[in-house]
């Protein structure tokens, strides 16, 4: 008997609640602002401006102003407004839930509501919309949102690795609504060096605060040095606009487009009834830089364009700074070699080696020189210059540098064989063995055949 009470009792609930959602009363309305406002107070990162908001809800009820609301999508719609009529916050939204319909046991139906649902998620990937090399070896991002770091760090390292190796970035945020905190700062500090502090955000529970600074490490290589240009709209909004004021402050990138939204407060999602819930601002940003934050006047861009004139402008900057990138380096190429090449010219047994060390290290450091560049021209003065000296040197310098490669040890254990020092050798040998076995190198068993024949060399000498 109690069950059966209990189940009429959730009919007649049900029943009401639907037929609220058809024709809402207004004891059903009051009860909603009366309960919103309680939230707002609450939570509202501004407690002021919380109140003033709050006796505008309770004014616009009694001066009729959701009399025409006869459901809670127009409902929410109408709150929307009424509540940034007052706080001008953006964030701050009520949203209509479609009540629960419970799907039929037609197996069809259901797998095609499921792939629906997958196919959705596969398509959004975490927010990278497209990742393509520009001509001019520029690199361009359409990002879409800023997804948690947990799910979505694989595709942020990948999207970056590609980009990497481009001569000048250009990452579009004009569709971007923002996301999670802990991705803008991971993104963040792949273009940045040093440990910079990024942004703080500020909220009224506990009085506490959060201080986001770029990482010292990301999965990826930094780009520090590729110039990077920000596309950004009136659709860039939160943690997209978080990204772009970042870098803005920090003078590390040019923003091309027009003035984004300008939603600066972080917060949560509360739910007002079963139908009804509201996003609150329970915080606030504030940037070191700055001292305040886009919270209601969006972020600048420093060329400003028209809307069908942002990505053009954005790629023919991009295509200059990477021609000027290119040039850079190519002056820089040829200052480093010709140190280089006077320190190597300039060689004394004993005295050079400090000075040849340290050009190969600047030419590493540049993004210049690689291991293999290293190797052969050790190789070179070993072997066709005849100046065992120098190519020693060059090649032991190579195992500092690249100290987690086996063919740089394997290159200079060769050296050493060939200039008599079997002892040092067949060391270079083993730590090249080591290293590849560590590593899972595909030629570990080369590896251990060249440090079985030293070691047969070494017992016939006995």
């Known amino acids: 008997m109690k069950n059966l009470i209990w189940l009429i009792a959730i009919t007649l609930s049900t029943q009401t609640l639907v037929s609220q959602e058809m024709n809402l009363d207004n004891r059903y309305k009051k009860e909603v602002i009366d309960k919103l406002s309680e939230l707002i107070q609450d939570l509202y990162i501004y407690p002021e401006i919380a109140k003033k908001t709050n006796a505008y809800l309770n004014k616009e009820y009694k001066d009729g102003a959701f009399d025409s609301c006869q459901d809670n999508q127009t409902f929410a719609i109408a709150l929307t407004k009424a509540v940034q009529n007052i706080n001008k916050d953006k964030h701050m939204r009520i949203m209509s839930n479609e009540p629960y319909k419970a799907t039929d046991n037609n197996l069809k139906e259901k797998a095609e509501q499921r792939m629906g649902q997958i196919n959705n998620y596969r398509n959004y990937n975490h927010g990278y919309k497209a990742l393509q090399l ?10 879409r949102g800023f997804s948690p770091l947990d799910r979505a760090k694989e595709n942020a390292d990948a999207s970056m690795k590609l980009m990497s190796y481009s001569d000048a970035i250009i990452i579009d945020l004009t569709n971007n ?39 010292e490490k990301v999965e990826g290589k930094k780009m520090t040095d590729i110039p990077l240009f920000v596309m950004i709209g009136e659709k860039t909004f939160s943690g997209a606009e978080e990204f772009a004021y970042n870098m803005q402050t920090q003078k590390r990138a040019i923003l091309i487009g027009q003035t984004s939204a300008g939603g600066a407060n972080p917060g949560n999602t509360v739910g007002i009834n079963e139908y009804l819930a509201v996003f609150i601002p329970t915080g606030k940003a504030i940037n070191p830089v700055t001292n305040t934050s886009w919270e209601g006047v969006g972020v600048y861009p420093e060329i400003l364009t028209k809307k069908e004139e942002t990505f053009d402008q954005a790629l023919s900057l991009a295509q200059i700074a990477a021609d000027s990138l ?7 190429y040829i200052l480093l070699h010709e140190r280089l090449n006077q320190h190597l010219a300039a060689y004394k047994q004993g005295d050079s080696k400090t000075h040849i060390n340290s050009s190969l290290k600047n030419f590493v450091d540049a993004g210049l020189f690689g291991e293999w560049d290293i190797n052969n021209l050790g190789n070179e003065y070993l072997y066709k210059g005849n100046r065992t000296g120098i190519g020693l040197i060059i090649l032991q ?12 040890f394997y290159s200079y254990a060769e050296a050493l064989k060939k200039s008599g020092d079997m002892t040092n050798a067949l060391e270079g040998y083993q730590k090249a063995l080591e290293i590849a076995i560590k590593t899972n190198n595909d ?14 060399e070494i017992n016939n000498e006995d």
Request: glycine share 6%.
């Open 134 to 143: 520009l001509e001019g070896n520029v690199a361009y991002l359409d990002l």
């Open 177 to 215: 609504g923002g996301g999670d905190p802990s991705m803008v700062q991971y993104l963040c500090s792949y273009f940045f060096e040093k440990k910079v502090h990024l942004n703080t955000l500020f909220y009224r529970e506990g009085n506490r605060t959060e201080e986001y600074w770029t990482l």
């Open 326 to 332: 290119r040039n850079s380096k190519l002056k820089n």
């Open 397 to 408: 310098a190579n195992t500092s540098l690249f100290s987690e490669s086996p063919n740089a």
């Open 443 to 456: 030629n570990i068993a080369y590896y251990k055949e060249a440090l079985q024949k030293i070691k047969d």
